[in-house]
Each structure stands twice: as structure tokens, then as C-alpha cells.
């Protein structure tokens, strides 16, 4: 007999948790209903807003702006702590997603594909949006005359001479400002797409490392999603309380005449938004041959609860629970396409936020032309793949977007005040779009093991964890290398 040695790939002898076992932050959250009492919130936030509104004349207006402030202040903290906790826990879910792997050849199969889907995806979101904007013509049902009081001397247009459309010799020097020069600067400052990336390259140098230097790192990036997740917990008792200070400062800022006069609008947004749930289910019963009433069934309490939290990150660990128990997606595809896909699978978002420019541009007499359009195609894909998966952020990035077509930023004051009800229903169709992902790619996508053997391997190493007491498995002494010999 002859010794020899032989290199395998560290996706097999390296096992990290899985991020769906730290479900039980979010248990308690389903089990109590928690979009029920952030509808309860939104109504009553609407009535006490008209009720202390100055249109009422119980207080004056400037007592009621203060007032409104004050009740929102418990949003204004709930937003803050989602926003604080989203880049390290994206981060480390992307980086322990990758070493979830089956190995390196089906890890990039999976990311070209779920990074091509997403692209061709959004494109399809934004051309809903688009449709339906220039067809229902939202914003010709808005009176200039509520724009000015709403927005005073802010509404003039932007001179068109302020923005300009990017050179072909300028796209080279675009495309490296998505590298992170400075990755804790990234980190810092939640630039999401650069974030995304050195995740990336990350989790692609751990996995092609010893198993014995990887784990470290791998370990730490567990601490780090145990403690998002705990964060993120501790926010969500102030979800009600939050929907209702936001909601009432923004009805007594409004009014009720102008709410009245954003239906319209509102309904374009949720419109297309069911269009492209429809179009999600088409996918499914055309391309996965499921059974959409099933398939919507078995989605229900992810899509509950990212509705009442506006945070795709927030519910990453229930999302891949429910597409490998209730969809029998295989883990190795699970962990790595939800939490990419809670980062740059904005579909909702794209949507919403091109029929909200579309919506602002026709309120302000601003005309869109061929080239216009193509210009917010373009500037709306880049923008929701680096969106931060936060409730409120997509109205943020929306400022950027209105800026490159000539529309005045100062619109954003008159579609904030309905943006709650719109951001709780993005975010439920972005996650519908993470999970969809996750079974088309199961189905592309071919495997070694079928899924019932990989999930059997996942729960074996889930018991070892238990025996053993650590959070990454490996399966021998670290050195990257095992013996074997020739019989």
C-alpha cells in the first residue's frame, strides 16, 4: 500500500450553521401577529393625525408639528436601529452563505445565474413600473395648487443643463467605483453594492483557505449575525408604536386632502406591485411547475412578517427556513441566494421607485423623453441592487434617481407621507422574489445530492454542533489535505 495526498475542496470540510437556526429571534414575532398590530397602528396613526391635524382646529399647526414629532420619535428610532444593524448582518450572511456551498464549481454556476436572473428580473420590474405610470397617468390628479402648499418655492424644476446623461468614455471609470478602495469606509457609510462585493471576495478567499484559518472568521461572522439578529429583535417590539408615530406625523403634516389626492398614486404603486407578484407566480407554474396557491401557502408567514418589518435583511432567517422545509430547496442554495438576494433583489423597490419618478416628473410638468427613460432604466437598476434592505431607504435613494432626469428633489416631501403602506408591501414582493429565486435556482442549478440527502447531512452536522458545542464543523484536522491509500 502507498500513501498518497490529495487536495479537496474546502466547501466539503468546512460546515458553518445555518442562519435559518437563529429563526427563533422571529418565532415569537409570527406567533403574535405583529402585521395585525402594525395595521391596527396605521389606522389609528390616521385618525389621530386627522383628529390633531390644524384642517381640525384643536391645536394650532405649530403645536400639532410638534406633537407629530414627538409621536414619531419611536420611528424615527425603530428606522435607526434597522438601519444600523443591516450591513454587518448582510455582511456576515453573505460571507458564511458563500461557505455554505456545495462546492466551488456549483458555487459558481449559482452565481452567475442568480446574478443574471436578478438583472432580468429588475428589468422586468422597472418596465411594469414604467407601463403603468405613463398609462394611468398618476400624476395629471394632483393640483398644482396642493404641490405649491405642500412644497412652496422648492418646486421649481431642475434646469436641464444640471444633469447630463453619462459618456461611453466615462462607463470605465463607473464600473471600478463599484470596487471597495476602502471597504471599511463601505462598511461605514452603507454603500450596499460595494458591501455586497467585498462580501464576496471575502467569503471566495475563505473557502479557498485551510479549513483551519477559515474558521476563526467564520466563527466571528457567526457572533455577528447572532447579534444582528438579536438587535433586530429588540426593534421589532417598537414596530406598532413606530407605524403609528410615522404614520400620524405625516396625516397631520398632510392633511386629509391630500392623502385623498395621492390614491391614485398609491394604487399605481400597488398595482404594479401585484402585477409583478403575478408575474413571480407565473415563474413558478411555468418554469418550477408548482402549484401557485401552494406555493403562496407556504410563503404566508415570511411574507406576513416582512411586511410588518419593511426589512428583507430582518427576515432572512425565517426566508431560508421556509424555502427548505416548506419548498425543499436544497441548503447549499438557500444560504447564499436569500441573503444576495436581501441586498440586490429590489424588484419592489425598482418598481415602486420608477413610477414614483414617473409620477413626479408628470406633476411637475417635467417631460420624459426616450432618452429620459432609458437614463432612470439605467440609474434605477444600479440604485436597487445597492439599496440597503431597510424600511425607508428606497425614498432615500429615490432623491438620487429624480436628480439625474431633471425632477426636483423637493418632490419627495409630497409622496413621504404615504410611503409606509407602500414600503411594508415592497418589501413583501422583494422577499417573494429572494424565495422564487431560490427554486428556479434549485431547479437550474444541478447537484451531486439530491435534497433530501444534503438536508439529512445539514441535520447531522446541526447534531455534531449540538455534541460538540461550535458554531463551524470541520471534518478533519484543518489541513486541507486527507490521506487515502491504494488497496
Known sequence: MSGRYHLRDPLSLIHPRSLK????????????????????GMLLGIVVGLVLGPSTG???QDVSYVIGEWLALPGYIFLALLQMIVVPLVFASIIR?????EDMEQLKKVGLRTVGYFLATTAVAILIGLGLAMMINPGTFISSDMVQQTMGDE???????????????????MITTILPTNPLGALATGQMLQVVIFSIIIGVALISMAPSQSKPLLELMGSLQEVSMTVVRWSMLLAPVAVF???????????????????????????GLLTLLAFYIMIILVVARRSPLGFMQSIRDVLLLAFSTSSSAAVMPLSIKTAEEKLNVRPSISQFVIPLGATINMNGTALYQSIAAVFLAQVFGVELGFGAMLL????????????????????????MILGTVGVPTAGIALIIGVDRILDMSRTAVNVTGDVVTC?????????????????????????????LGEDVIVNHDGSGHVSTENL
Open 21 to 40: 437556526y437563529l429563526n427563533y429571534h422571529l418565532h415569537s414575532l409570527v406567533k403574535g401577529r405583529l402585521w395585525l398590530k402594525i395595521l391596527i
Open 58 to 60: 384643536i391645536v394650532s
Open 97 to 101: 452563505g458563500i461557505a455554505a456551498g
Open 155 to 173: 418646486a421649481a424644476p431642475i434646469p436641464e443643463e444640471t444633469f447630463s446623461t453619462p459618456e461611453i468614455a466615462d462607463l470605465p471609470g
Open 245 to 271: 408615530g410615522l404614520i400620524c406625523k405625516f396625516t397631520i403634516n398632510l392633511g386629509m386632502d391630500a392623502l385623498l389626492g395621492m390614491l391614485v398614486y398609491v394604487g399605481t404603486v400597488l398595482l
Open 376 to 399: 432612470l432604466m439605467i440609474t434605477v437598476v444600479g440604485a436597487s441592487i445597492g439599496t440597503p434592505s431597510t424600511p425607508g431607504v428606497g425614498i432615500v435613494i429615490l432623491a
Open 439 to 467: 427554486v428556479i435556482m434549485d431547479k437550474w442549478v444541478g447537484s451531486s445530492r439530491t435534497v433530501v440527502e444534503e438536508t439529512a447531512e445539514v441535520e447531522k452536522h446541526e447534531i455534531q454542533r449540538m455534541a
